[in-house]
């Protein structure tokens, strides 16, 4: 998975963020674990920071992360907090049966092709545009669960803490330099 946010926050914010572990990586980790249908038994990160802003927090601005599923299956994250382009986010999960892909949404899915090479539009410029469709749908759920229309959340609080704890190891991974194990919901730090 690829995600590059745009644009960069404000210092403000990546002072209470959390760091982009807890951000940005959280979400990402979320996704990974919902379509494997398993939390990870260990995870890999490192990380660097160029902008001297945020090293100046003791955060990173583009950290890689690999985590290890029971399964056998292996899964990537590459995450930076700007891209000059625009909201990039991408996923492929690969398989023995194929491929499947979530590329990038530009707000005109139109690509010119000519002699000199493809123009596309250029991808939503920042997370908010990307999600529009997808943050009504959450809050028309959340609604629907208020008031009984549906009878159960589709997001557990076990997925959402297991998230959190899975992030919290990564960042331990990338601050420790070594492979940090995660077992019954839980770090092991040796």
């Known amino acids: 998975m690829i995600s590059r946010d745009a644009p960069k926050p404000p210092i403000e914010y990546l002072k209470i963020s959390g760091g982009i572990f807890h951000d940005c990586g959280v979400h990402d980790i979320d996704v ?3 379509i494997v249908g398993e939390s990870p038994e260990s995870v890999y990160s490192q990380g ?20 290890k599923f029971p399964s056998g299956v292996l899964a990537s994250i590459f995450l930076s907090r700007l891209a000059a382009y625009g909201y990039d986010q ?7 049966e194929g491929m499947l892909m979530s590329n990038n949404m ?4 139109v690509v010119f092709h000519g002699p000199v090479g493809a123009v596309d539009e250029p991808i939503h410029p920042s997370f908010a545009q990307r999600y529009d469709q997808s943050y009504k749908q959450e809050l028309d759920h959340f609604i629907d669960v ?19 704890v899975i ?17 019954e ?6």
Not at 106 to 109: N, T, W
Not at 146 to 164: F, H, K, L, M, Y
Not at 168 to 176: H, K
């Open 146 to 164: 208020i008031t009984g229309v549906v009878s159960t959340c589709e997001i557990s609080r076990r997925d959402t803490v297991q998230a959190s």
């Open 90 to 96: 991408r996923l492929e999960v690969f398989g023995s």
């Open 167 to 183: 992030a919290e190891a990564c960042e331990q991974s990338c601050r420790l330099g070594k492979p940090i194990a995660i077992a």
């Open 185 to 190: 919901g839980k770090m092991v730090l040796e």
């Open 106 to 109: 530009s707000p005109k899915e």
């Open 32 to 34: 990974i674990c919902w």
């Open 48 to 67: 660097h920071t160029f902008d001297k802003n945020i090293a100046a927090l003791d955060d990173y601005d583009s950290i890689s992360i690999t985590m």
